[in-house]
């Protein structure tokens, strides 16, 4: 899970963690690493305490070679329970990382391209993670890992897993000291439903429809580029044409084809229009769905799919159509 992350609100993100004390004060930060200080909630005592944290642990079971080049910076929820120290944090070891959203990348015509990631509602993002004292890494600083799951339909297009965002009462219950079985902490670690989270394509190059490569279901684009504030932009993009072609004539027949006008990929129909008879078809599902018990025709418009309307009305055009309806 190769992310960076980003924390620029205020303090009132804390206060909907119910943060009490503070021993880090980070300033807003766009570009966050792994192997960096980040900040994350945690209960001592009874008491929410907002500290700061390196991004990457090190687990006692590594020998010595790894504990000097290796840092493990997510821990895979599947395997929280499997491993003695990761099992000892999920019990009584856990922290709230609170982000306005996360950075990944997609390699894109031989270009790593950015996306970055954040609720659609703008409200900030709380990822589950646990921590350790770093004793095992010989420095005594505190250490954590995010926690990871399998990635959403809007992720999954840049990675296979994702960082695990804690909904509502699933902070509180993570926050929580006093539970300690795994079972219901694990219930907490849910993938994030993409309906809750927005992309945004992120390059000073990126624009147009190729930069929904990555997630097909976002239409809110914006083109992010960094100074010396950071600064949101929102390019104009054309409206994307609705055309149905004609494709070739045959028999009194006109057979049209057009790319799906409901879906992101090459799907395509093939309206077709009788010349002679007046009847017409199509195979998107939407023809099959409605005309099951019908046999339309040209002078039956409330039976047309929006493939054929545009196919007739491209025959109209023509003249091709029988005199009743060209009248």
């Keep these: 899970?190769?992310?960076?992350?980003?924390?620029?609100?205020?303090?009132?993100?804390?206060?909907?963690?119910?943060?009490?004390?503070?021993?880090?004060?980070?300033?807003?930060?766009?570009?966050?690493?792994?192997?960096?200080?980040?900040?994350?909630?945690?209960?001592?005592?009874?008491?929410?305490?907002?500290?700061?944290?390196?991004?990457?642990?090190?687990?006692?079971?590594?020998?010595d070679e790894q504990r000097e080049t290796q840092r493990l910076f997510a821990a895979r929820s599947e395997t929280l329970t499997n491993r003695p120290s990761f099992s000892a944090a999920l019990r009584h070891r856990r922290a709230v990382v609170p982000v306005d959203g996360f950075w990944m990348w997609r390699e894109i015509e031989g270009e790593k391209r950015p996306f970055y990631f954040r609720a659609k509602n703008g409200e900030p993002l709380f990822l589950a993670a646990i921590w350790d004292n770093g004793n095992a890494a010989g420095d005594g600083e505190n250490r954590l890992a995010l926690v990871s799951v399998e990635a959403n339909r809007l992720v999954e297009p840049l990675g296979a897993r994702m960082p695990a965002v804690l909904r509502g009462a699933d902070a509180d219950l993570w926050l929580d000291s006093e539970i300690n079985n795994e079972r219901v902490l694990l219930k907490a670690l849910q993938t994030l439903p993409a309906r809750f989270l927005g992309v945004v394509a992120t390059a000073a190059s990126a624009s147009g429809?190729?930069?929904?490569?990555?997630?097909?279901?976002?239409?809110?684009?914006?083109?992010?580029?960094?100074?010396?504030?950071?600064?949101?932009?929102?390019?104009?993009?054309?409206?994307?044409?609705?055309?149905?072609?004609?494709?070739?004539?045959?028999?009194?027949?006109?057979?049209?084809?057009?790319?799906?006008?409901?879906?992101?990929?090459?799907?395509?129909?093939?309206?077709?229009?009788?010349?002679?008879?007046g009847a017409v078809f199509c195979d998107c599902p939407d023809f099959r769905f409605r005309h099951a018990l019908h046999e339309p025709d040209v002078w039956t418009p409330h039976w047309w799919c929006k493939h054929l309307c545009r196919a007739v009305d491209n025959c109209k055009r023509h003249g091709e159509l029988p005199a009743r309806l060209a009248v």
């Design 1 to 63: 899970m190769n992310k960076k992350l980003t924390l620029h609100s205020g303090p009132e993100t804390l206060e909907k963690l119910g943060v009490t004390r503070r021993q880090f004060a980070p300033s807003p930060r766009f570009d966050i690493a792994p192997g960096q200080l980040l900040g994350a909630v945690v209960n001592e005592n009874g008491e929410r305490v907002f500290r700061g944290f390196c991004w990457g642990l090190v687990p006692f079971w590594w020998n």
């Design 209 to 277: 429809w190729q930069s929904l490569e990555a997630a097909p279901d976002a239409r809110d684009i914006l083109a992010l580029t960094y100074g010396s504030a950071f600064k949101v932009e929102k390019p104009r993009f054309a409206p994307r044409a609705r055309k149905v072609r004609r494709d070739h004539a045959a028999g009194g027949h006109v057979f049209f084809r057009t790319r799906s006008f409901t879906r992101d990929d090459a799907t395509r129909w093939h309206p077709t229009i009788d010349l002679e008879n």
